[in-house]
């Protein structure tokens, strides 16, 4: 089975730390020794069926790529590389090109490079799981068992659960509100889509070219005319631009007979926030959180982390992001962290 691991974050969420030139997926958020997209290849260790990774990423960003590659002896592959960006339809079709032309069996298991995942053994477990489920010719999504009512995810809405572990795929519901939220995990068949799964890449491959025949044919044009060297493959700007982007689940996923769902409980986040980050990391007695030197005097619930050791002081602080590097310094209360990518944005403008 080939991992395909998209690396096409712009990382504006978590400004300033992260930025579009080194976005989160390079930096070590979750574990002071290893990035998240290390992470990400590294929990596939111990699975004897998985190949070499395929990491998929921006052009500007294959120094980075290969570095961290070699840091943990996954050198084994070109990287490919994306001369614009169009969404996760395109890249992962060109994925699955490469799948039939280079991996026996054609599955991919296909992982965003900046998640976190807890519970090793439970992940590794539903991979197995939808490797069997997709060698069986079937689109195996990683549905995220809710830990609450949460309005910023997408949906899988399955049959009744049972004891099979997989799970007939009903209908994809869009980011709901509040009270179709709680109603949602009220039901028990309702799975937060992780945008993970694995997938047979020539049923894929010939899904595509029924429900979206134009991109699939512009997708084999800029495979067919990349530029490859023995460290990466560079898809053909001309044809790659010419795509209309979109996202596999429009493109595919909710137009398919062929899904359905893995139950995914093992810790898992998109880390797409800062509280995220504070909610994921280790905290003192007061649930704060910080990489250095801090003084903290009727200070609790807060986010700390600067650069160059430089101390910090809070006082009478409660429920704050304090985030500084050498792109910005970002100050806010915790309820605004999802303003960050606009304040992010109007700076990078």
């Known amino acids: 089975m080939l991992p395909v691991i998209l690396s096409g974050g712009s990382g504006t969420r978590l400004w300033p730390l992260s930025t579009p030139d080194v976005p989160k997926q390079f930096l070590p958020l979750m574990d002071p020794d290893r990035t998240m997209i290390q992470q990400t290849i590294t929990r596939l260790d111990g699975l004897d069926f998985m190949s070499q990774p395929l990491v998929i990423c921006n052009e500007k960003h294959l120094p980075l790529v290969r570095s961290q590659l070699k840091a943990i002896n996954r050198l084994g592959r070109q990287v490919m590389l994306e001369p614009a960006g169009r969404n996760t339809a395109p890249a992962i ?32 477990k539903a991979v197995t799981a939808a490797r069997d489920a997709a060698a069986g010719g079937k689109y195996a999504l990683f549905g995220i068992v809710p830990t609450r009512p949460e309005t910023g995810y997408g949906y899988i809405e399955t049959a009744a659960a049972d004891d099979s572990g997989v799970l007939a795929v009903e209908a994809f519901k869009e980011k709901p509100d509040a009270a179709t939220a709680e109603r949602y995990v009220a039901a028990k068949n309702y799975f937060w889509n992780s945008g993970m799964f694995a997938i047979p890449a020539g049923l894929l491959l010939e899904e595509m070219q029924d429900m979206e025949p134009e991109m699939l044919a512009h997708v084999k044009d800029a495979y067919a005319e990349a530029v490859r060297t023995d460290e990466s493959i560079r898809l053909d700007r001309k044809s790659f631009e010419s795509i209309k982007g979109n996202s596999i689940d429009y493109a595919v996923m909710e137009r398919t007979k062929n899904a359905v769902v893995i139950p995914l409980n093992a810790g898992w986040s998109d880390v797409g926030s800062w509280d995220m980050v504070w909610e994921l990391s280790h905290k003192d007695n007061h649930e704060n959180v910080t990489n250095n030197i801090t003084f903290f005097k009727d200070a609790s619930g807060n986010m700390i982390h600067t650069e160059d050791d430089r101390p910090v002081a809070l006082l009478g602080i409660k429920n704050c992001v304090v985030i500084e590097s050498k792109d910005g310094l970002l100050i806010a209360d915790k309820q605004y962290v999802q303003e960050v990518k606009k304040a992010a944005e109007s700076f990078l403008k």
């Not at 599955?107 to 439970?122: F, G, K, N």
């Open 93 to 124: 079709a060109a994925a699955a090109l490469y799948c039939m032309e280079n991996e026996k069996d054609g599955l991919m298991l296909v992982l965003a490079s900046d998640h976190t995942i807890l519970d090793i053994p439970a992940f590794q």
